[in-house]
């Protein structure tokens, strides 16, 4: 069993920076592979990022590509989300996500287990 809690959301100008945190708990965190998806109002969900259980392998969707980046720190339980230069449509509340595999899903419904959400919003 993993639960997970997602921090670090709040608002922003377009062109702004914003770390989001996933703490994990339990003994099997560190094994498991962590999405990030987000979700605004009146569209899907929308995957964004995973991470590998090791840290060693990322996949990113294209509308984040080089403005996102995830890490992780298995020491601490927690997985990172750095975003740079923002956008409104970025705006949406952020979700992470855990499965144990090795491979990087970036089909949102395949997660096992999900976090609470944190609002992001960037205004222009």
């Known amino acids: 069993q993993v639960q997970l809690v997602a921090t670090g959301g709040g608002l922003v100008q377009a062109g702004d920076s914003l770390r989001l945190s996933c703490a994990g708990s339990?003994?099997?965190?560190?094994?498991?592979?962590i999405a990030w998806s987000r979700q605004a109002p009146g569209k899907y969900r929308e995957f964004i990022g995973v991470?590998?259980?090791?840290?060693?392998?990322?996949n990113y969707a294209d509308s984040v590509k080089g403005r996102f980046t995830i890490s992780r720190d298995n020491a601490k339980n927690t997985v990172y989300l750095q975003m740079n230069s923002l956008k409104p449509e970025d705006t949406a509340v952020y979700y992470c996500?855990?499965?144990?595999?090795?491979?990087?899903?970036?089909?949102?419904?395949?997660?096992?287990?999900w976090g609470q959400g944190t609002q992001v919003t960037v205004s222009s």
């Open positions: 996500n855990a499965r144990n595999t090795i491979v990087l899903i970036t089909t949102t419904r395949e997660y096992d287990y």
């Open positions: 991470i590998s259980w090791s840290g060693g392998s990322t």
């Open positions: 339990g003994r099997t965190f560190s094994s498991h592979a």
